[in-house]
């Protein structure tokens, strides 16, 4: 079985800090991890995958994730944060040998001007 | 240029009614998906294909059966609409083992 956690519901910042939020996964073979954002009214876009290589990925808007395998996560990171990344965050998981991507309950973020 | 195309965008329906929402992708993708979103929660995965003519399973199948005439056709039949079922519904389109292409989404609300 698959399944990811998001165990942050909400995080709050002031913009110019630094973000981070957290995903853990559970799958016994190599994983294939992705972040999604959402913005308020809209669907959601892909802004980073994870599937071999370097550990930290880079994405788009200016993201990061770095895979760790020792503890099963992948958080999503960037530096500084800015209002608009205020949105909500999935992480997913996709196994190497099934079919399915299984998306974590979400990270709502807000960031404050 | 290539999108997932969701219709309708929203609809209102009746306890005990049918409802077909219909999803078309011109990415060219061999892999559909139908997920719902409930307020509060993350994606729960209903049925998807990765063939025309042949569908599977996802997560949470009971109560919605799903249709894959084409490459680029990919529909959800809710044979008998229930309360239950008002969420918001997003269809995915994927090469497989890579990023997905979702689709704007569908407000469906039960009645």
């Known amino acids: 079985a698959q399944s990811v956690d998001q165990p942050d519901a909400h995080v709050t910042l002031y913009e110019g800090a630094s973000l981070e939020l957290r995903c853990s996964y559970s799958?016994?073979?190599?994983?294939?991890l992705f972040w999604y954002v959402q913005y308020p009214g809209q669907s959601l876009q892909f802004l980073l995958k994870?599937?071999?290589?370097?550990?930290v990925v880079k994405g788009t808007k200016g993201f990061e994730a770095e895979f760790r395998k020792s503890n099963s996560s992948f958080n999503l990171k960037k530096s500084p944060a800015h209002w608009s990344d205020s949105a909500k965050y999935f992480c997913?998981?996709?196994?190497?040998?099934?079919?399915?991507?299984?998306f974590g309950t979400g990270t709502r973020l807000q960031v404050s001007p | 240029e290539a999108a997932v195309t969701q219709s309708p965008r929203s609809k209102v329906a009746v306890t005990g009614g049918k409802v077909t929402l219909s999803c078309h992708q011109t990415?060219?993708?061999?892999?559909m998906y139908w997920y719902r979103q409930d307020t509060g929660h993350g994606l729960r995965l209903i049925h998807y294909?990765?063939?025309?003519?042949?569908?599977e399973k996802g997560d949470i199948p009971d109560g919605y059966k799903a249709s894959r005439p084409s490459q680029e056709n990919f529909s959800l039949i809710l044979e008998l609409a229930s309360l239950s079922q008002t969420a918001v519904y997003f269809c995915?389109?994927?090469?497989?083992?890579?990023?997905?292409?979702f689709g704007s989404g569908t407000r469906l609300l039960v009645i």
């Open positions: 995915a389109s994927s090469p497989g083992h890579s990023d997905y292409t």
């Open positions: 799958y016994s073979a190599a994983p294939y």
């Open positions: 994870y599937i071999t290589g370097d550990a």
């Open positions: 997913a998981l996709e196994g190497s040998n099934t079919d399915k991507v299984v």
């Open positions: 990415n060219n993708h061999d892999y």
């Open positions: 294909s990765y063939v025309a003519d042949s569908t």
